[in-house]
């Protein structure tokens, strides 16, 4: 079985300042994990993932994620937040046998200016 | 440009009306999925479709049918709508299972009275 854990339900930042969005799965064999947005009214949209190589993954809108094996933890990380990275953000695993991908439950992301 | 698109985008019905709704992608992936998006239960898989004529059950199938006839149309089926059913779905398609990040379509509001 796969699954994935989002501990927070929502994160406050101040624009300019870094920040970060929790993220810890399980699986049975190794973890494909995906880290998408979905802004209001707007359908998920891909930000970034982590197959396989560097633990360190960069992807869109300056956006970066760590694969952490020991912790079983892939952060999402940006260095300087902006208003407008407001939104929900979801994290997602498919283990490497399995054809299903599975959701957290989100983690709402407010950036106040 | 490369897309998912899905219809009706919006759809109020009653108890016991089938309906479809429909789902198509014009990237030729060979992987299409189907999410419900529920408040502080994130998306959660519905079926998924490997190829023509593969479909499959994800975590939450009971009152959905799925078809796959041609590779593009993936589309929605449920034939005894209850309240239950009413939510946010969406539709993705990934050029194949596994490592590939998956394309979403724009949602799909359903609510059932």
């Known amino acids: 079985a796969q699954s994935v854990a989002q501990p927070e339900d929502q994160v406050n930042v101040a624009e300019g300042n870094p920040l970060t969005v929790k993220c810890t799965y399980s699986v049975s064999g190794n973890p494909y994990l995906f880290w998408y947005v979905q802004y209001p009214n707007r359908g998920l949209q891909f930000l970034l993932k982590?197959?396989?190589?560097?633990?360190l993954v960069k992807g869109s809108y300056g956006f970066e994620a760590e694969f952490n094996k020991s912790q079983t933890s892939f952060h999402l990380k940006k260095p300087s937040a902006l208003v407008s990275d407001s939104a929900l953000y979801f994290c997602a695993v498919r283990d490497s046998g399995y054809s299903t991908l599975t959701f957290g439950k989100g983690t709402m992301l407010l950036v106040s200016p | 440009e490369a897309q998912v698109t899905q219809n009706p985008r919006y759809l109020i019905t009653v108890t016991g009306k089938k309906l479809t709704v429909t789902c198509s992608q014009n990237m030729n992936h060979e992987y299409m999925s189907w999410y419900r998006q529920d408040p502080g239960l994130g998306l959660r898989q519905i079926y998924y479709?490997?190829?023509?004529?593969?479909?499959d059950k994800g975590d939450v199938p009971e009152g959905y049918k799925v078809s796959r006839k041609e590779k593009r149309n993936f589309p929605l089926i449920l034939e005894s709508p209850s309240p239950n059913q009413t939510s946010l779905y969406f539709c993705a398609s990934s050029l194949k299972t596994a490592a590939y990040e998956q394309y979403f379509g724009p949602g799909t509001r359903l609510t059932v009275t």
């Open positions: 479709s490997m190829n023509v004529e593969v479909t």
């Open positions: 982590y197959i396989t190589g560097d633990n």
